[in-house]
C-alpha cells in the first residue's frame, strides 16, 4: 500500500493538544503514550508510513534498508513493541531522510545518534535514547502494515501530528472532521484566555465559551 506525499490541506498549524481533544469529542483514541519529542520546538505532520520490528532469529534480517520505499512528506512510524534496550534509528537514518525530504520518525522504542539528528536539523520523537545496536537483535518484521501502540489502531496513510507534547494519529478519513474541530476548540481557548484579559474570571470565561464540554464526546448515534 502507498501512502501520499503530504498535501496542503494537511493543518501544520495545529497542536497536539487540540487534536487530542478533537479526537475525544469524536470518541476516538489517538495519543501515543509515552513517545516524547527528541529535542523540543520540533513539529511535524504527514502521512503515516509504518514499520514493524520483530526479534532476530538464525535466519538475521535487515533493520533500516526500508527507509529507500519512504515518500518525501511521511512520517515514519516504527513499532518496536516499546523496547528500549537497542536502537531502531541512527545517524545513517536520520541525515538519508532529512535529504529526502521525509518528514520526521516516530518510534516505539528507542533512537540514537541524537547530536546528528539535531544537526541535520530532522525531527524524531521516541520512548527513549539508547547507543546499543539493534543490528542482530532486531529485524523489519512488516512494512506498510497497520500497527496498534498502546491501543490506538494505526493504518498506513493515517495522519500523526506530533510536536514537543508528542504524537497523535488521526484516522485518514476522519482528518478533516478532526482538524476542523481542533480549530474550533483553538477559537474557544482564544476567545477564553481574551475574556481573562478584558476582567473576566477564569470561571466566568469558561462558562461563557462551554469549556468544561469542548472535548467531551458526543455521541451522533
Same mark, same amino acid.
Given at each position: 500500500?502507498?501512502?501520499?506525499?503530504?498535501?496542503?490541506?494537511?493543518?501544520t498549524?495545529l497542536?497536539?493538544?487540540s487534536v487530542?481533544?478533537?479526537?475525544?469529542?469524536?470518541g476516538?483514541?489517538?495519543s501515543? =503514550?509515552?513517545?516524547?519529542a527528541l529535542?523540543?520546538g520540533?513539529?511535524?505532520?504527514?502521512?503515516?508510513?509504518?514499520?514493524?520490528?520483530?526479534l532476530?532469529?538464525?535466519?538475521?534480517?535487515?533493520?533500516?534498508?526500508?527507509? /529507500?520505499?519512504?515518500p518525501?512528506g511521511a512520517?515514519?512510524?516504527? /513499532?518496536?513493541?516499546?523496547r528500549?534496550?537497542?536502537?531502531?534509528?541512527g545517524?545513517i537514518?536520520?541525515?538519508t531522510a532529512?535529504?529526502r525530504?521525509?518528514?520526521g520518525?516516530v518510534?516505539?522504542g528507542t533512537?540514537r #545518534?541524537?547530536?546528528v539528528?539535531?544537526?541535520?536539523g530532522?525531527?524524531?520523537?521516541s520512548?527513549?535514547r539508547?547507543m546499543?545496536?539493534?543490528k #542482530?537483535?532486531?529485524?523489519?518484521?512488516a512494512?506498510?502494515?497497520?500497527v496498534?501502540?498502546g491501543?490506538?489502531?494505526?493504518?498506513?496513510?493515517?495522519?500523526?501530528v506530533?510536536?514537543?507534547d508528542? $504524537?497523535?494519529?488521526?484516522?485518514?478519513?476522519?482528518?478533516?472532521?478532526? $482538524? #476542523?474541530?481542533?480549530?474550533?476548540?483553538?477559537?474557544?481557548? #482564544?476567545?477564553?484566555?481574551?475574556a481573562?484579559?478584558g476582567?473576566?474570571?477564569? $470561571?466566568?470565561a469558561?462558562?461563557l465559551?462551554?469549556? =468544561?464540554?469542548?472535548?467531551?464526546?458526543?455521541?451522533?448515534?
Amino acid at each position: 500500500m502507498s501512502v501520499p506525499t503530504a498535501t496542503s490541506n494537511l493543518a501544520t498549524d495545529l497542536s497536539t493538544a487540540s487534536v487530542s481533544d478533537a479526537l475525544d469529542s469524536l470518541g476516538l483514541p489517538g495519543s501515543l =503514550h509515552g513517545i516524547g519529542a527528541l529535542r523540543q520546538g520540533q513539529r511535524t505532520v504527514g502521512p503515516v508510513f509504518t514499520v514493524t520490528y520483530e526479534l532476530v532469529d538464525d535466519t538475521g534480517g535487515t533493520v533500516g534498508d526500508f527507509l /529507500d520505499d519512504v515518500p518525501a512528506g511521511a512520517v515514519i512510524l516504527i /513499532d518496536n513493541a516499546g523496547r528500549t534496550d537497542c536502537t531502531v534509528w541512527g545517524g545513517i537514518m536520520s541525515q538519508t531522510a532529512h535529504e529526502r525530504g521525509i518528514a520526521g520518525t516516530v518510534i516505539h522504542g528507542t533512537c540514537r #545518534d541524537v547530536a546528528v539528528a539535531t544537526t541535520a536539523g530532522y525531527p524524531i520523537w521516541s520512548v527513549s535514547r539508547f547507543m546499543r545496536t539493534g543490528k #542482530d537483535r532486531v529485524r523489519v518484521a512488516a512494512v506498510q502494515t497497520s500497527v496498534t501502540i498502546g491501543g490506538v489502531l494505526i493504518h498506513p496513510g493515517d495522519i500523526l501530528v506530533a510536536d514537543d507534547d508528542g $504524537a497523535v494519529v488521526v484516522p485518514a478519513a476522519r482528518w478533516d472532521e478532526a $482538524a #476542523d474541530i481542533a480549530r474550533r476548540i483553538d477559537r474557544v481557548e #482564544d476567545a477564553i484566555v481574551e475574556a481573562v484579559r478584558g476582567g473576566a474570571t477564569l $470561571a466566568e470565561a469558561r462558562a461563557l465559551h462551554g469549556y =468544561h464540554s469542548l472535548q467531551t464526546w458526543k455521541d451522533a448515534s
